[in-house]
């Protein structure tokens, strides 16, 4: 949620191609539910021949029936005994996929499942499975004519980590090994699936985001509350309202050790989003942690690409030593959201060069 996260803009069209076909699927069960499905010719109707023809091997055919046709049937039945609870979802899912559109917009909230939570597993069984193959065999491109060979969530991941330099768009650390077990874990429901289940494949709301982020810290949890008004005002967003241009994050000497330093992440005007932030990412013990792991073995390791350069075998003097740090604190600045660990890095440097230049310089000689 810290650095500005996108697809490129040919893959996005690709995955809105796709989402679009599934809340198509979702507003015709909804708003017209149909009776019963004995062959294919409605769903060509509706959704011309190919795709039309793509749902009813994944509804009905025999062979290859699932648990999704069943969940499809079931919804419709749901719809028809009350249909205008049914058209009152519709239009809150219809309304929530434009989130991406309304994010900064004062009152700007997420309907579904939050005003019709009796609704949220008979919509969830039928909007899943369009992410499930979409990680799974992906989709062909014949029935959703995308522009691209396949989609699936490989490609799109490998996508993100090309635009992302490795880093982690969340925490600013490291994505993690190419190739690794990890990295097909890294794909991140910004409103998880398990509550918002009409908003996977959402172009807006896939990202690439470390396996500690998504595994471990993120989860399930909710960054925005219940996705009200005030939830959303109070979230960063990697594509919509990225944090890291306006995060204040400080490092200060530890009460209990002169050689222990503790981060703090504020946001000055809004000081909600940076609690919202540190809370779902546990950010500040997270960085605090790796920066003492850091800090054990030598200060001077914050210096230590400087040093090698240009400090070697001269006597460090306070205005030496302050010139690297400034040095260092100028590169890290134009590596922001493209080396790891930057923002971190940056805050201790500066309290090396406020706080604690004579135990740097200590440690140097
Ligand atoms: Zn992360």
Redesign the pocket.
């Known amino acids: 949620m810290l650095h500005e996260r996108r697809l490129p803009e040919d893959l996005a069209q690709d995955l809105g191609r796709v989402y679009s076909a599934k809340m198509r699927l979702l507003n015709w069960l909804l708003r017209s539910p149909p009776q019963a499905l004995d062959d294919n010719t409605q769903l060509v109707q509706q959704f011309g021949k190919a795709l039309g023809k793509w749902l009813w091997a994944r509804i009905r055919k025999p062979k290859t029936r699932t648990a999704f046709g069943t969940a499809v049937m079931a919804l419709a039945t749901k719809a028809r005994g009350d249909p205008a609870q049914a058209v009152l979802v519709a239009d809150a899912i219809t309304q929530d996929a434009q989130f991406h559109q309304r994010w900064n917009i004062a009152g700007n909230e997420l309907l579904f499942p939050r005003l019709h939570p009796n609704w949220l597993e008979s919509v969830k069984d039928v909007a899943v499975p369009f992410y499930d193959w979409l990680g799974g065999m992906g989709f062909e491109p014949g029935p959703f004519s995308l522009t691209g060979d396949r989609i699936d969530r490989a490609t799109v991941m490998k996508a993100f980590r090309r635009h992302s330099h490795d880093v982690?768009g969340?925490?600013d650390?490291p994505l993690g090994e190419l190739g690794s077990a990890s990295e097909a874990n890294d794909c991140d429901h910004f409103f998880p699936k398990s509550q918002w289940p009409h908003l996977a494949i959402h172009p807006a709301n896939l990202f690439s985001?470390?396996q500690?982020?998504n595994s471990r810290w993120k989860l399930d949890k909710v960054p925005m509350g219940d996705a009200d008004a005030q939830g959303l005002n109070n979230t960063y967003h990697p594509m919509l309202r990225p944090g890291a241009s306006v995060v204040v994050v400080k490092a200060t000497v530890s009460a209990a050790s002169a050689r222990q330093v503790e981060i703090k992440i504020t946001d000055p005007s809004l000081p909600r989003r940076a609690e919202t932030l540190v809370a779902t990412l546990d950010l500040e013990s997270r960085w605090t942690n790796w920066v003492n792991k850091k800090l054990d073995p030598s200060v001077s390791v914050f210096v230590s690409k400087s040093i090698r350069d240009r400090g070697l075998g001269q006597q460090p003097t306070p205005e030496s030593v302050r010139e690297l740090i400034e040095d260092d604190i100028a590169w890290k600045r134009g590596r922001l959201g493209k080396e790891e660990r930057c923002i971190r890095e940056i805050a201790v440097l500066k309290c090396m060069r406020d706080d604690i230049l004579d135990e740097v310089i200590a440690d140097l000689t």
């Open positions: 982690c969340y925490c650390g985001a470390c500690g982020c």
